[in-house]
């Protein structure tokens, strides 16, 4: 797998090749079709594979920390993910091939963003379920955090390649407790009770 994402990632889907990669990894042509299906299947699981990157830093020890501690490692993870100068490459050369092969951008967002999406909302409906967060549509709040994580930094990373990394750590805390405020139960029961009153 670290073949096929060195090869994806450094050179674009358009500019890799199976067979480029198989000898890279030491293996045969056939063993990587047996394995992926075709190039597509291979750039799936090379996407997947790393998105696992975040995956891990959003399910960790689900019993440990409090929920701010999780929203603050996922966002940190999800903008240092998104800062690597591969990503960054590789997300400028799948948007001009997108172009000659509308298919892959949904192949990429099927592997990549909307799978870590579906992760973060699951995050969230499990602190709702424990009563930490007050939450009626975990999807749309999911996008709201990443969202927010990302920020304006997100154009400038992809526009310039540069990524100001005490600034990104700033959005990041203040998007997670500005998130809190909205979406903690703490805070829910507390406005709600302030609504009453007036």
């Known amino acids: 797998m670290l073949s096929a994402k060195r090869a994806f990632f450094d050179h674009g889907y ?7 990669i198989a000898a890279d990894a030491g293996v045969s042509k056939v063993t990587v079709y047996n394995h992926f299906g075709d190039k597509r299947g291979l750039f799936t699981a090379a996407v997947e594979h790393e998105c696992e990157n975040i995956r891990g830093q959003l399910l960790f020890d689900e019993s440990s920390g409090s929920v701010r501690d999780r929203l ?71 996008e709201q955090l990443a969202a927010m994580c990302k920020g304006l ?38 406005n709600s009770s302030a609504r009453k009153f007036l």
């Open 72 to 142: 603050l490692a996922f966002g940190r993870s999800m903008v240092a993910f998104l800062s690597r100068p591969e990503m960054i490459r590789f997300e400028q050369r799948i948007a001009a091939e997108v172009e000659l092969e509308p298919e892959l951008g949904e192949c990429f967002l099927d592997a990549g963003p909307r799978r870590m999406h579906r992760a973060l909302a699951q995050l969230l409906e499990r602190e709702h379920g424990r009563g930490s967060l007050q939450i009626d549509d975990s999807m749309q709040a999911a």
């Open 153 to 190: 930094a997100d154009m400038e990373r992809r526009f310039t390649g540069h990524a100001d990394t005490a600034a990104a750590d700033r959005r990041v805390q203040s998007a997670v407790d500005l998130f809190l405020r909205g979406y903690g139960a703490d805070n829910r029961a507390r």
């Open 14 to 20: 358009a500019s890799a090749s199976i067979e480029a």
